[in-house]
């Protein structure tokens, strides 16, 4: 996850020293990321289901209501994932672009301030959208306190596995829909900081040619 969004979040911030040109090559980079990323998820459960037969499968169903609770969970949890996708794309574009422009604007620092901000900034977006699975799971009548909520949301979101609690039967599959989205996001926030590093040294590698060839 972390090698394919380096390429396409790198090449968005390398084209423009000036962070003019990060967010439209960005998202149209991201968008191919998290597209491509679906397909590959769609096929892998798609062989699944073949290798385990799929009519069988269907019919293994009890009733109409677990085929409906797979679907209304399908529902609940992709609107979710689009909004979580949304706040993970605002915030990484706007920590670039931040990034670029104070770095470029006091670089007697090396970017270390701007890389200071852009990494808390990127940590609060990750713990907002682990509140709105909170909120949700909380709103869905799953839990009675919102420290529960949020504790199960974490653990999903970081696809720790804990075990320790778990939803009832009607809303077990958003868990592994919010482990998902996590790892989708974690990925990307990992790369745009694996990014910045790297423009951060070659930066500073730049300074130290031109100060030797004024010395020389």
């Excluded at 993970?88 to 970017?111: E, K, L, M």
């Excluded at 996001?185 to 004024?214: C, E, F, N």
């Amino acid at each position: 996850m972390l090698i394919p969004a380096l390429i396409l979040l790198g090449p968005a911030i390398e084209d423009s020293v000036s962070g003019r040109s990060v967010l439209a090559g960005a998202a149209i980079r991201t968008c191919l990321f998290v597209s491509i990323a679906f397909y590959a998820w769609g096929m892998v459960v798609a062989r699944t289901l073949a290798g385990r037969k799929v009519e069988g499968a269907i019919l293994s169903m009890s009733n109409r209501g677990e085929r409906l609770m797979i679907i209304t969970n399908f529902l609940v949890g992709l609107p979710v994932m689009l909004l979580c996708l949304a706040l993970q794309a605002s915030v990484t574009f706007w920590c670039v672009r931040y990034y670029i422009r104070q770095a470029n604007r006091v670089p007697s620092d090396y970017g270390i301030r701007p890389l200071l901000v852009t990494m808390v900034a990127m940590m609060f977006g990750t713990l907002l959208q682990v509140v709105v699975w909170g909120c949700l799971f909380l709103w869905l009548d799953e839990f009675t306190e919102l420290y529960e909520a949020v504790y199960h949301s974490t653990v999903n979101f970081a696809s720790l596995g804990y075990g320790d609690i778990v939803m009832s039967k009607p809303w077990k599959m958003l868990g592994p829909l919010e482990a998902i989205n996590g790892v989708m996001m974690l990925g990307m926030s990992a790369a745009a900081l694996v990014t910045i590093l790297q423009q951060m040294i070659r930066s500073q590698q730049d300074d130290l040619v031109q100060k030797r060839g004024h010395q020389s």
